[in-house]
């Protein structure tokens, strides 16, 4: 069975700097799918970020980024130039779309704060 | 586009009744749609995968007698709780894949539910 470790439970950054959160995850299949989601309080998942795993470039979206290591089953998030409005929790989450199940198995989560 | 909405936001029913939450994919068509449960400050647990026109499946421990799930049409998926107890008071959120979206999940706002 897959699973996803986020390491860090807690994190906080400066509003304006640059933070990084790390997920690790352990699969031994060759095709699959990652994604980060932020829970902000108001408790709705929103999609940040996603990564195709037979895609070698890195996923970016404005100021969210990854930096995907296959090999070393590494998924991690920057966000850039952090604002406020990112606090929130971050899930990482993996999918093996094999077999026709797309569903997501989620890390634990990483509560960050952006402070002013 | 992408929006699945879930009904009602918030419900407080009593000990011993039942209680149905709605899913909808507004502007999508899903043939499989999630229910997850949230406990406060954890991570999401998958309950059961709901597929248009058959039986939900469900994770190991969820007990299908009491978390009853319908999927009747393609943008729509309704959770049963029956019989509720206080032990179920929770956050439930449901979530779909858009029939061609490339592996994309999208979420709901989710349910508050408590039983007194």
């Known amino acids: 069975a897959q699973t996803v470790t986020q390491s860090q439970p807690e994190m906080s950054v400066q509003e304006a700097e640059t933070v990084t959160l790390s997920c690790t995850y352990d699969?031994?299949?060759?095709?699959?799918?990652l994604f980060w989601y932020k829970q902000p309080p108001s408790r709705q998942m929103i999609l940040v970020i996603r990564?195709?795993?037979?895609?070698?470039q890195n996923a970016t979206e404005n100021r969210f980024s990854v930096n995907f290591q296959k090999a070393a089953k590494s998924f991690s998030l920057k966000i850039s130039d952090s604002q406020l409005g990112d606090t929130a929790m971050y899930f990482c989450?993996?999918?093996?779309?094999?077999?026709?199940?797309?569903?997501?198995?989620f890390g634990k989560g990483t509560k960050l704060t952006v402070n002013p | 586009g992408a929006v699945v909405s879930q009904h009602p936001s918030w419900v407080i029913c009593k000990s011993g009744t039942s209680v149905k939450i709605e899913c909808r994919s507004l502007?999508?068509?899903?043939?499989?749609m999630f229910w997850y449960r949230q406990f406060p400050k954890q991570s999401l647990m998958l309950m059961a995968t709901?597929?248009?026109?058959?039986?939900?499946?469900?994770e190991q421990g969820v007990e299908k007698d009491k978390f009853l799930i319908n999927h009747a049409s393609l943008t729509l998926s309704t959770l049963t709780v029956t019989s509720a107890h206080p032990e179920d008071s929770s956050f439930y959120i449901c979530?779909?894949?858009?029939?061609?979206?490339?592996?994309?999940?999208?979420f709901g706002e989710g349910s508050w539910l408590t039983v007194v």
């Open positions: 979530s779909a894949r858009p029939l061609y979206s490339g592996n994309t999940i999208y």
């Open positions: 709901s597929n248009e026109g058959s039986k939900a499946t469900y």
């Open positions: 989450a993996f999918m093996n779309p094999q077999g026709g199940s797309e569903k997501l198995v």
């Open positions: 990564q195709e795993a037979y895609k070698q």
């Open positions: 502007d999508f068509q899903a043939t499989t």
């Open positions: 699969t031994s299949e060759n095709n699959y799918y």
